[in-house]
């Protein structure tokens, strides 16, 4: 997995070998999801941050009539929820695809 972080960063910049693996040290725990889950749910408000290893992830958005419309998909070694950080309540779930 690290090795596959290091190669998502080196596209972004130029990071030394030392802040790839301190970025890599940073990441905990492993979660799996079916397809359908919800990673984040609308309305809640997340303490961490999300860096989808593999699969695709949809971000869902509740319209006015309860239907539900995909408005992002996340590929690999995106970080899926960061933006959260900036809402303090997420106005759209994430949702495993």
Known sequence: MEALIGVKLYRLGDLSNDDRGRLAGLLTGRRRAAAGEALVEEGSRPTFSTLLISGFVGRI????????????????????DLHGFLLKTMDHSLVAL
Do not use: E, H
């Open 61 to 80: 958005s509740t319209l006015a009539d309860g239907g539900r419309q995909i408005t992002a998909i996340r590929v690999p070694l995106d970080f899926i």
